[in-house]
């Protein structure tokens, strides 16, 4: 699989796993690469108190309302409408990180297509 991004060695985890169905992930209007860029590739310089491969990668959530509850939490989100992502084998890997049940660390391949995204509010 080709990557979006270059990523470390080992990465992603072999416990990774193929997406197969909606995810949910904050964005802008209308939808652009730059939503789609991973926290290491917004700020390259940045020291981050993750796993590098996870630096790397993108968070959605398997859960609308996750997407929803994360606006709130942060204000800098609050503008930000939710996208639906419906992701499958060609479009990368997943998996379950962090203490949110519903949070995903998604590593995406450069097959994923930004015309497949659904704005669900604004």
């Known amino acids: 699989m080709k990557w979006y991004e270059n990523l470390p060695l080992d990465c992603p985890p072999q416990e990774a796993s193929t997406p197969n169905g909606a995810y949910f992930r904050l964005g802008s209007i209308p939808p652009d690469e730059s939503d789609f ?38 204000p800098a989100m609050r503008s ?19 203490n949110d049940l519903h949070h995903f660390s ?7 297509d930004l015309a497949t995204i659904k704005i669900l509010e604004l």
């Open 106 to 112: 998604w590593w995406r391949s450069t097959d994923f």
């Open 80 to 98: 930000k409408p939710v996208f639906q992502l419906d992701l499958f084998e060609k479009d990368g890997l997943v998996q379950r990180t962090g």
């Open 37 to 74: 860029w991973s926290h290491r590739r917004r700020f390259p310089h940045k020291k981050f108190h993750v796993d590098e491969c996870i630096a790397r990668s993108l968070s959605i959530f398997d859960a609308q309302d996750s997407a929803e509850r994360l606006k709130q939490l942060l």
